[in-house]
Structures are given as structure tokens and as C-alpha cells.
């Protein structure tokens, strides 16, 4: 019996030490491969790190021998050639040896401490737009002009709006940026131009000077990264095609997992839907709120409300070759939100976007009539005015993307005094008689690369009553030099 049993422990142990030699051999196997996935991430970190290493020499050596440079032309000593690339020795023999310094300038400040090398960057611009409707006579029929960007502009080839930004970290608490807008009919105007922080505590940041106001979605942005050719009807009725406030403004990013930015802006309140009015203080207010955060692995969202509140005195507008003129307040909300949709994250070959946004505008106060004639008069006038675009794009190959969106407006109700007494009729104002403007418009565009865009776009504008305007636009966007990453 003892024997049997001697006989079965060594058959077993006879037939599990393979088993348990084989277990172990693909273990060992296996611990040698993660030793050498290890042993291979640490050679690339180091090298890495030794070539992020080189650059950093290069860059003070470079910087070294600038300032070096800038002394020497400032003490009138020659100005010495840079060294060629990579010629660290050389830059290093010649900070050793230095020229006579330069006198010290007026409160003792260091003549090279802010060395004047911002980000240049350029956006070209152009269409061909073919219209079946004279666009002089275009007009959003019931509501007043914004005398801003409004209408598809002219038939033929037009340079469309090119820009110039220099941008550039002041020191270390400042930053600033230059937009230069250029139209294609050989006009100058300064897009944006501000100062803003750099590395303030608890996620605030303050910007001053002109800037493209953060109410809406589509205002922040500049036209170039728009998915359409021109701005949406709600913009061109409610913001003349987009706010752009002198003043200053101020975010709060809240130390959350989800994104939630508010926001307040004062401005002295020249740009529609206010004017000039030669006042103190600010002349404009606006509040903003976004929140949002990722829908699980392949999407995301953003969503917000702003609000605009502004004045206006005698801002005028065009109507049967009259002038005529409204004195009030202007108060507008703005609701937002946009989803974004890649494969697992990746935008790459595939991804598509749903944006729109929805405008309620209320304005009271005086109407003015034929102001510079003998017929001039004048009235109450409250309106209510409202206005949405709905968008999608998708983009089904890694370089093209076709889109479609859908614009609405509602003239709204209208009270305007010098209708009601009777003292004049609608035929006296023509313009803003009631009627819910609308287009449709469908987009396809090429990008060969991020630096280059063509895009054909086809819309339906019914602007006014009775008339339709089939337009075809091609236009090409092209970007030269470094370019800010744009926003969500």
C-alpha cells in the first residue's frame, strides 16, 4: 500500500513539473519583455530630455550673445555676427569678452530686458461670389441697419478681410496682441489690441483694450476659423457681425474637474447696438457664463448665457434716403452651446460638431423721424426682436468637411408711437415693418493642410419680402506664420 502510494506521489509530481516548468518559463518570459519595455521608455525619456536639454543651452547661449550684441551697439562698439547654429564655444568665448558696457539708462533700467520678438502671423482671404440679387438693395427687412458687416457683400471677386496679429508675453505678469483687419477696399481698422495677465492665482485673468467680447459662441472668434463664409443673420441684426467693446474685461475659471468660466466685461459702449455717446465711465456692461465637460470618451460639450446690457443716443440708420434715429436702452441675452463628437477623441480622419445659438433683443425709447428735414418728429418705440442659426459639420475625410445651417429671425412686436397716434404710417417705415427674415445654407471645404482652406458654399436668402437670393460663394483662407491654437 505504501508502495502504491509512493508510486502515485512521483507520477504526479512527474506530470505537473512540466506544467509548472512551462508556467514558469512564459512568466520569466514575460517579465523580461516589460523589463524591456521599461529599459526602452527610460532610453527615450533620456534622450529626450538630452535634446530638450541642448535646445535650452542653445536658447540662453543665443540670448546671451543678443544682449551682448545690444550693448555693444549701445556703447557704439561694431555689432558683432551671431554665431552659426549650433556654435556654442563661439558664443560662450564671446560672452567671456564683453565690449564696455552702455551707460545706464534712467532709472537704472536694463536696455535689454524686453527684447522685442513677438509671434507674427497672417491671414489671407479671398472669394468669388456669384448673387442673383442686386446686394445693394439687401436689407433684413424689420430691423433697423446695425451699419456694421451686413449682407453677402459684392458680386465678382472681392479680397475678403486679411489679418495682421503680432502676440507676444510682455514679462512675466503681461501679455499683449496686435489684429490689424485690412478689407479689401484699402481700409485700416485695429481688430483687437489689449494687455492681459499672465500667471494669475485662483484661475482669474484680466484683459484690457479692444478685444472680441466672450458673449455668445461665435463672437470670440475671428472670421477666418468660422465653417461658413459669412456670419449668421443673428449676428449681423443683433451685433452689426460681431461686438468688439472697448474696455476691460474679467474671467474667473473655477478649480473644477468640469470646465465652468464666468465672465464681466464694461466697455464704453460705442459699438452696436450702441454708439457714441461722449460719456463718462462705462457705457456698456456684459456677463457670461460657460460650462463644459466630456460625454465619456468621444465626446463633448459647451453650453452658456450672456448677457448685454447698452445704450444708444441718436444712432442713426438710412430709410428711403432718410435718416431717422433711436435713443434708448438695449438689453440682450444670448443662449449657447455647441457639441463636439471624434472617434475615441481623435479628430484626425473623422469628427463632426453641432453649434447654435439663440438671441432675444428688447429696446425702448425714441424713435426720431426724417431727423435733418422739416418733417422731422418723434415717438415712443419698444421692440421686441429675437433670432437663431442652427449648424452642423462634418468632417468625413481627414482634409474635407461639409456643413449645412439654417438662420432665423422674428422682427417681433413693435410698438412705435408715431404709427399708433397715426401721425405716420408703415410706407414711412418701410424697413421696419414686420417680417421673419430666413437662409439656408450648405458648405464643403478642402484643407490640404492647417495653414490652407477652399470652401464652396450655396445659400437661399430670404432677407425680404417676396424676393429670394440663390448666392454661390468659393473662397480661399491661407495662414501665414505662428497662429494662437483657437478655442473650443
Known amino acids: 500500500m505504501l508502495k502504491h502510494k509512493v508510486m502515485m506521489a512521483a507520477l504526479s509530481v512527474a506530470v505537473a513539473a512540466p506544467q ?5 518559463k512564459k512568466e520569466q518570459k514575460e517579465l523580461a519583455e516589460i523589463r524591456a519595455e521599461i529599459r526602452q521608455m527610460k532610453e527615450v525619456y533620456e534622450a529626450r530630455l538630452q535634446a530638450m536639454e541642448q535646445r535650452l543651452q542653445q536658447a540662453q547661449a543665443d540670448n546671451a550673445a543678443a544682449k551682448a550684441q545690444i550693448a555693444a551697439i549701445g556703447a557704439g562698439a561694431p555689432a558683432v555676427p551671431a554665431p552659426a547654429a549650433g556654435a556654442a564655444p563661439a558664443v560662450a568665448a564671446y560672452v567671456e569678452t564683453p565690449p564696455a558696457a552702455a551707460p545706464a539708462p534712467t ?15 497672417m491671414i489671407l482671404g479671398g472669394t468669388l461670389q456669384n448673387l442673383k440679387q442686386d446686394p ?5 427687412q424689420g430691423f433697423a441697419p446695425s451699419g456694421g458687416e451686413v449682407g453677402p457683400g459684392k458680386r465678382g471677386f472681392n479680397l475678403g478681410e486679411s489679418e495682421l496679429t503680432m502676440a507676444a508675453n510682455i514679462d512675466p505678469q503681461f501679455a499683449g496682441q496686435l489684429t490689424f483687419s485690412l478689407s479689401g477696399a484699402n481700409e485700416v481698422s485695429v481688430e483687437e489690441a489689449f ?18 467680447s466672450a458673449i455668445g459662441y461665435l463672437n470670440s472668434q475671428h472670421a477666418h476659423t468660422w465653417d461658413f463664409v459669412d ?15 472697448d474696455g476691460v474685461q474679467a474671467k474667473w ?11 464681466v466685461e464694461a466697455g464704453n459702449g460705442t459699438a452696436f447696438p450702441g454708439n457714441d455717446r461722449n460719456k463718462n465711465g462705462a457705457g456698456a456692461v456684459s456677463v457670461f457664463a460657460h460650462l463644459g465637460d466630456d460625454i465619456g470618451d468621444s465626446a463633448s460639450y459647451r453650453a452658456g448665457v450672456s448677457y448685454l446690457h447698452t445704450g444708444a443716443e441718436q444712432r442713426a440708420y438710412e430709410d428711403q434716403g432718410l435718416t431717422n434715429s433711436f435713443s434708448g436702452k438695449s438689453n440682450m441675452w444670448i443662449a449657447d452651446a455647441i457639441y463636439k463628437w471624434a472617434p475615441n477623441g481623435n479628430p484626425t480622419n473623422t469628427n463632426f460638431k453641432l453649434q447654435g445659438e439663440y438671441f432675444r433683443r428688447k429696446e425702448s425709447g425714441t424713435l426720431n423721424y426724417a431727423v435733418e428735414t422739416d418733417a422731422a418728429a418723434s415717438g415712443n418705440y419698444r421692440s421686441v426682436q ?25 422682427s417681433g412686436s413693435q410698438r412705435i408711437g408715431l404709427i399708433d397716434s397715426g401721425a405716420l404710417a408703415w410706407a414711412n417705415l418701410p424697413i421696419l415693418e414686420a417680417y421673419n427674415p430666413s437662409r439656408s445654407s450648405f458648405m464643403i471645404d478642402y484643407s490640404p493642410s492647417e495653414f490652407s482652406r477652399l470652401r464652396l458654399q450655396l445659400a437661399r436668402d430670404q432677407s425680404r419680402p417676396g424676393v429670394t437670393d440663390n448666392q454661390i460663394f468659393l473662397q480661399y ?3 501665414l506664420g505662428t497662429h494662437a491654437a483657437h478655442s473650443f
Do not use: C
Open 195 to 212: 494687455v492681459q495677465t499672465r500667471g494669475m492665482e485662483n484661475g482669474l485673468n484680466i484683459k484690457a483694450g479692444r478685444f472680441l
Open 136 to 140: 445693394t438693395q439687401y436689407r433684413l
Open 107 to 121: 532709472g537704472g533700467a536694463n536696455p535689454a530686458s524686453n527684447l522685442f520678438n513677438p509671434n507674427i502671423s
Open 20 to 24: 509548472a516548468y512551462a508556467a514558469d
Open 477 to 479: 483662407i491661407m495662414s
Open 253 to 263: 475659471l473655477a478649480p473644477l474637474d468640469q470646465f465652468l468660466e464666468v465672465g
Open 386 to 410: 429675437s433670432g437663431w442659426y442652427l449648424q452642423g459639420v462634418y468632417q468625413f475625410m481627414p482634409t474635407w468637411r461639409a456643413g449645412l445651417r439654417y438662420d432665423r429671425l422674428s
Open 231 to 245: 456670419a449668421p443673420l443673428a449676428y449681423q441684426a443683433f451685433l452689426g457681425g460681431q461686438y468688439k467693446p
